[in-house]
């Protein structure tokens, strides 16, 4: 039937994946009140009334301080593999290691001379 065998699962695995979405929006579109009124229009948050205007400006350093952790987050999913299969690897898995590491700290030197890593 399919031209490339061994691949219906995958294809099942995949309309399963793509139904899934589909039915829980379809079910929340059936399911939710319909009523509109004021109470529901009125924004809030944490049950009270807003103070003031939602568009405020973070400082910069927020978002390079989360970013310095992202990238050092990621370092450990790329790293734990390679950490797991170290005997098997070899000394030229080592070396790419020590040399994917050495970027990472010379990224981890300039945000912290950039004062990316300074909270106040």
Same mark, same amino acid.
Request: neutral net charge.
């Given at each position: ?8 699962? +995958? ?6 994946? &793509?139904? =899934?979405?589909? *039915? ?6 059936? #399911?939710? /009140? ?23 400006? +973070? ?6 301080? &989360?970013? =310095?952790?992202? *990238? ?6 790329? #790293?734990? /593999? ?39």
């Amino acid at each position: 039937m399919f031209v490339l065998s061994g691949y219906e699962y +995958f294809l099942g695995f995949l309309l399963v994946c &793509s139904a =899934v979405p589909a *039915i829980a929006i379809i079910s929340s579109q059936l #399911l939710r /009140p319909k009523r509109q009124g004021v109470e529901r229009r009125t924004t809030y948050e944490s049950g009270m009334e807003p103070i003031g205007g939602a568009w405020i400006q +973070f400082n910069i350093r927020y978002y390079m301080f &989360s970013l =310095v952790f992202v *990238i050092f987050d990621v370092e450990t999913v790329f #790293l734990y /593999p390679w950490a797991v299969a170290f005997n098997q690897l070899g000394l030229l898995a080592f070396a790419e290691a020590l040399v994917f590491i050495a970027i990472l700290v010379i990224g981890l030197v300039y945000a912290w001379r950039k004062g990316a890593l300074e909270w106040s």
